[in-house]
């Protein structure tokens, strides 16, 4: 006959060992593979103007243009209508490069504060893009390592409103097909090529204008 005494025991036995927690590493990216992961989204024999093995529109390719006057150099100014990045210099010009928006209504014009930068940087969505669109999201819960099929791609800007990370992003993208149309979660894409290149001309502490789709920013011929 089974007495209290037996049960207690028994029960003991059966469930005092605690579950662990588990543990998730975080996301990482291995410097040592950065310079072959730039030499991998990069084409061999590289020139801007005139490499496009993604198939671009050629106005998507990079392009030195007029600015307009008073424009502040290192700035960085987002036309949503052409989807043009804009890069201003020291004497009045602008690098232009083709880019990506976010779709639908996830686009956000602003001004913005560029307070960090990243180099072949991890990713992990937010808990707002994994409710929205749990089929694209919900396996990256855990977070994404750097590397060539990272959604953040080769480099990253972010974005900052004084000390507060908004999560937009100006980042390179494994989707070059996607430049020319709204596709992101709210960042805006650049080809991974692109913007090493635009990287190591920003300085932290620039700023970034994202204009609404409806206001044009440079005209050029």
């Known amino acids: 006959m089974l007495t209290r005494r037996h049960f207690v025991i028994t029960a003991a036995a059966m469930f005092s060992a605690p579950i662990p927690d588990q543990v998730w590493a975080a996301p990482t990216s291995d410097q040592s593979k950065w310079d072959a992961w730039d030499a991998q989204v990069t084409p061999a024999n590289y020139n801007p103007a005139t ?14 243009v007029e600015a307009n006057p008073g424009l502040r150099a290192g700035d960085i100014h987002v036309d949503a209508v052409a989807r043009y990045l804009y890069h201003i210099q020291d004497d009045g010009t602008a690098m232009r ?27 992990t969505p937010t808990a707002e893009m994994i409710k929205r ?15 060539p099929t990272n959604p953040l791609g080769s480099r990253a800007l972010y974005l900052f409103k004084g000390s507060r990370d908004t999560y937009l992003r100006i980042h390179g993208s494994p989707h070059p097909e996607s430049i020319g149309g709204r596709a992101s979660s709210g960042c ?16 932290v502490g620039s700023t970034a204008y994202l204009y609404p789709p409806s206001d044009g920013l440079i005209t050029e011929s």
């Open 51 to 64: 490499s496009n093995p993604w198939g671009l529109y050629p106005r998507f390719l990079p392009q030195r």
């Open 97 to 123: 490069y083709g880019v990506a928006i976010a779709r639908g209504n996830l686009y956000v014009p602003g001004t913005y504060t560029i307070r960090r930068k990243a180099k072949w940087p991890t990713w």
């Open 133 to 147: 669109d749990p089929e694209l999201y919900a396996d990256a819960a855990n977070g994404v390592n750097g590397g």
């Open 188 to 203: 805006v894409r650049m080809v991974m090529a692109h913007i090493i290149d635009l990287y190591e001309h920003v300085s």
